[in-house]
């Protein structure tokens, strides 16, 4: 039996999976939970006087090591299988996760000169605080009309590469010049693994505005960011972009020890969680979209030609598979509306009853809310509780809940919230059909469409497609895995393709979500008062949730709590 | 010591107070349990196999003489009384509650014949099932252009006299034919006490389309309505109207046995709960706009000349006090928003909290929200739970709350609510102003005031009014022995006008609730996104709470569940 191991790096843990290459079945996996997790307020010990701004995000790279020394050994353990029989490796990653090292790789925080300075740490995916980098950044490419802003639906976020990598240079001048690197930490994990720098496609594209086509943005661009920036892609990065589904390297002695495998074996290209999981739900090819539904959701579909879709978080050849196409599109809230509601806004006589039924919370409220028809709410709402990525890309907008009456309970609250997620899909949807890219059914992976039967017949309902379920419960670290045994090839015993390892690797499940010809008629009619509304708040008509935000924002910094004769609740000094 | 007994009869009970007539002093008071309640399943026994239909709320009229006999005595024996010092009786009532009646003023209900006829007993004000006849009866006033319509702000209500009088002819006209008398059960309980039969003109005005000037409607309005009820108000009303203020009789010998009064007491012309609270509350004039507060809020302005206000619930000669235009406006849902919050969306952390504070939930939501400055809750609502009564006069629409996020939390919303409902009244309040009928500040009376220091201070920010509060707990029960006192008459140790009443026996407190300087202006800028949303969404510009509540409706009608596949929350048969 011919082996390859995946290894997903998440955002408090990294998990190893060993699987059949043969038949995708997986034999055993195993999770490293990170010692220093997320770095948000202080610097790990010995240095922990050093706090951190607020919306800083850092991580240790010593921990995406020690998951390699832990997870690893461990699945090869629970299956007692032979290092000899594991024909690859892959890995996958959350971005834009990146780090400062030297030459060789070493990470500037493991020097010690370095170590107290935040800026020489790794910036995680969740890192808030370029903001202000990434305004300028959008602001000089709008003001230029770069050729590669469309690309990311008009606007890049805080969160990618050059945001953080500008905050670098500003506020650790230091840092920036003793990095002779600056990369992703799912490249930097396959250089400890290979020996051999290597740049992903994925990351790339998605987050460092590399096209294929275009390369990166020009120097003189970088250079009206600051002039120290002008040469970054060439002292700081690479112009060679390595395509996903490529060879990274093979295993070097040190990396063979760490992880108990054979020197030599063959060592995918990174990946990102999200994009690796689309052939690991079955996909390949064009027309069925893959969304990875989860605290938000993240929506992957494949094209062979590039198309210019509203709002979209990014489109990337090789960004997914080699050879086509990769389109991404993004719900900011999803799960973290529905864990909201269930923590702060059911009253304790559901949580009573669900207790009383034996059921948790949210199994509670999908039994109720399963016995409303369609419309039978009353209710609308539009999903955005923590902003609108796809299509609007506008972090200001928030949570609209309308037709409440005294009769409203809490179960027509949630359904009509799933319902909202579900338009919200719809809409990225039918933004994609409106380019020319085809969305003709679903494959969904991620927590949620395990645990949520309504929830998915609510969006086959919605949006007309069939929605189909990963087998998997593990797709980034299975589709990690494939792009393992891709590395190794068919004559090592692993796949030549993508679409070869897909084919004999990835499931998906027997049942899927048909919608129900009753429904759609008036998830329809809703849906256009969805899209109403969407338009009304979201495209400038009615700009009272930004207007909200700016009277929100001066109130907080205008006093830290109420007015004098409020505090008190009893009027105080204005009641005489 | 000279005493007044006032009477107010609720919706679940009665309430006698005892009270001084030189000072106000409020000396002992009793409330009596009606023991047949609201009868809105099914009649009392022996006739419990009659059940009704939804929306019919029923009462049975011998629960006010049971209130009479309960609690009067109790009071004059509570405070060691002398019936002979008792100088007059008031009472007042929820309206329109109305009775189908013999010549001689028996129920009914009460005749073995009539009893197991719904029809037959007494329709309280909250009797909603003759929404068709109320319908018919707009749509011809609006084709005939009924001059006083407008009175009413454009539209009457099912509670009303004229739409429950037409349910009784056409769904039993046996009743109807039976029923020489068709009377307010304000002015049938003065009726028992006084052997007189005496019409008030406050629900004349109010609720039967009275006005002073022109009468009642015109007989080919009534008979266009339905031939048999062209002459309605000769067969079944009467023409002559009392003027509120004014005596209805004096004691009989019956009535005196039941109450332990002395035979020959003045008592006064019936009145209605919210209106008798203006004169209670210190009000006797125009300028000052009294606001009931409770589960709804009633607005209350005098002036001394007709004004067309939008959306007011209608404007009354001799409505409230003699000898001036009573103006009436509503919002439909306050205190009752609060309370479906509490009890609907406020999580177990929060209830937890409370008590751990030792405060119940609305005093610990009340403490939390008054720690946020106005605006930094970043939300805002629509009070439209129940629909909107002044200005829009829309029973269809419905609550909206925007701006939430994933930060949000319950005593913001509470908040929110509170402000919505602060809007509301600002609304009702500078269309009063529009209309030229001023309102310089506010007098508040009713459940809420007291309880909520934090709503008062809100109330007075967001209308830039002081907001003062009623002294008294009960003010319908001392307003209606006001006047009482007024019946009687200065000779007789009374008050010879409402005004020298008011004068001696009413009082605010001494504290108020004023406008707070620092928060006019972000209140201002809330209160402009407040007017747009309401406009947007009540007016006609974006319908869709109307359209939801249609599909609602047609949900709820064509199908008492969910459809094959939803039930069973696993997807049943859409899932294959």
Redesign the interface.
């Known amino acids: 039996m011919k082996l390859a191991i995946g290894i997903d790096f998440g955002t408090e843990s990294g998990r190893a999976l060993l699987v059949d290459v043969a038949t995708g079945r997986e034999l055993a996996s195993a999770v490293h939970t990170y010692a220093n997790g997320v770095i948000d307020e202080r610097l790990p010990a010995p240095d922990e006087d050093i706090r951190l701004e607020p919306d800083w995000a850092l991580q240790d790279p010593l921990d995406y090591l020690r998951t390699l020394q832990g997870a690893v050994p461990a699945v090869l353990a629970r299956a007692g299988a032979d290092p000899a029989d594991v024909v690859g490796i892959g890995i996958d990653f959350t971005a834009c996760t990146m780090l400062p090292t030297t030459a060789d790789g070493t990470p500037l925080c493991a020097i010690r000169e370095f170590r107290r300075e935040p800026h020489a740490w790794v910036k995680l995916w969740k890192h808030h605080a370029a903001q202000p980098q990434a305004d300028r950044i959008n602001a000089l490419a709008r003001e230029r009309r770069e050729s590669w802003l469309p690309r990311y639906g008009g606007k890049i976020s805080s969160e990618w590469f050059f945001s953080k990598t500008l905050q670098i240079l500003e506020e650790s001048p230091a840092i920036y010049h003793a990095a002779d690197r600056l990369i992703e930490a799912a490249d930097w994990v396959v250089w400890r693994l290979t020996g051999v720098e290597t740049r992903n496609s994925c990351t790339a594209g998605y987050k460092a505005l590399w096209s294929k086509a275009d390369g990166f943005p020009p120097s003189d661009y970088f250079g009206g960011l600051d002039p120290r920036l002008a040469s970054v892609i060439d002292d700081k990065l690479s112009r060679t972009v390595t395509p996903i589904g490529s060879g990274a390297g093979l295993l070097t002695a040190e990396a063979a020890e760490w992880t108990g495998l054979v020197p030599g074996t063959p060592v995918a290209v990174a990946n990102v969680d999200a994009h690796v999981s689309v052939p690991a739900s079955g996909v390949v090819g064009p027309g069925r979209m893959v969304a990875v539904m989860g605290t938000s959701t993240c929506h992957l579909v494949l094209g062979s030609r590039p198309a210019m879709v509203e709002g979209m978080c990014g489109v990337v050849e090789d960004g997914i598979l080699p050879g086509q196409f990769g389109f991404e599109a993004g719900q900011s809230?999803v799960g973290?509306?529905f864990a909201?509601f269930i923590?702060?806004?059911?009253?304790?006589?559901d949580?009573a009853a669900a207790a009383a039924a034996g059921l948790d919370v949210h199994?509670f409220l999908?039994?109720e809310a399963?016995?409303?028809?369609?419309?039978?709410?009353?209710?609308?709402a539009l999903d955005w509780?923590?902003g609108n990525r796809s299509i609007l890309v506008d972090a200001d907008l928030?949570?609209?809940?309308?037709?409440?009456?005294?009769a409203?309970?809490?179960p027509a609250?949630y359904r009509a919230l799933i319902e909202a997620t579900a338009f919200g899909t719809r809409l990225i949807v039918d933004a994609f059909e409106d380019a020319g890219v085809a969305v003709d059914e679903v494959v969904a992976c991620g927590g949620l469409p395990e645990r949520n039967?309504?929830l998915?017949?609510i969006y086959?309902d919605v949006t007309g497609r069939e929605f189909k379920v990963a087998a998997s419960a593990q797709t980034p670290a299975l589709g990690s895995a494939m792009f393992g045994a891709v590395a190794a090839g068919a004559a090592a015993g692993g796949h030549d393709s993508i679409a070869e390892a897909t084919a004999a690797m990835a499931r998906i499940k027997d049942?899927?979500?048909?919608p129900?010809p009753?429904?759609r008629p008036?998830y329809d009619?809703?849906y256009g008062?969805y899209r109403?509304?969407h338009d009304?708040?979201g495209r400038g008509e009615?700009d009272?949730?930004k207007?909200?935000?700016t009277?929100?924002e001066?109130?907080?910094r205008?006093?830290s709590?109420?007015?004098p004769?409020?505090?008190?609740?009893?009027?105080g000094s204005?009641?005489?």
Chains 1, 2 share one sequence.
């Open positions: 809230a973290d509306i909201w923590e702060h806004a059911v009253p304790p006589a949580h199994g999908e039994r399963a016995s409303l028809r369609p419309g039978e709410s009353g209710l609308l509780w923590n928030s949570g609209l809940l309308l037709g409440a009456t005294l409203t309970r809490a609250i039967p309504l998915m017949q086959a049942e899927s979500y048909r129900n009753a429904h008036v009619e809703l008062e109403r509304l009304l708040f009615n009272v949730m207007r909200l935000r009277i929100r001066r109130a907080i205008d006093g709590g109420a007015a004769g409020e505090r008190a609740g009893v009027g204005s009641i005489e």
